[in-house]
């Protein structure tokens, strides 16, 4: 099973990126895909979920309004459409998938596959 995350880059505040998740290596139709990130010195935080079995998406409280995922069973693909980016966002940034209940969607112990980071660095 492989993740391959991609799409980070360096952004002035305001600006938007699109993060995306290949997976490959098995059927992830019950899975859930989720984006998690992790700042210097700061521990990994959940930033969004989606389900590919019914499209559910959740969102950490301080990207709601600002960030989209979106997935494409076909593609076996997760994408994050971040809009409005602050300085704050800036952090490496992970996919990973697993099957959570809905009250642990946003822990990552819940997740058993991962993608390598991608860097989103935004600049006041």
């Known amino acids: 099973v492989q993740l391959q995350a991609y799409g980070g880059g360096l952004v002035q505040a305001g600006a938007s990126l699109r993060l995306s998740c290949e997976a490959s290596?098995?059927?992830?139709?019950?899975?859930?895909i989720s984006w998690f990130r992790q700042a210097p010195g700061k521990e990994r935080e959940f930033v969004a979920a989606v389900r590919w079995s019914n499209s559910n998406t959740f969102y950490l409280d301080s990207v709601k309004g600002r960030f989209t995922i979106s997935g494409d069973n076909a593609k076996n693909a997760a994408y994050l459409q971040m809009n409005s980016l602050k300085p704050e966002d800036t952090a490496v940034y992970f996919c990973a998938a697993g099957r959570p209940i809905v009250s642990t969607i946003s822990a990552s112990s819940a997740y058993t596959y991962w993608g390598q980071g991608t860097q989103v660095t935004v600049s006041s």
């Open positions: 290596g098995r059927d992830f139709t019950n899975y859930a």
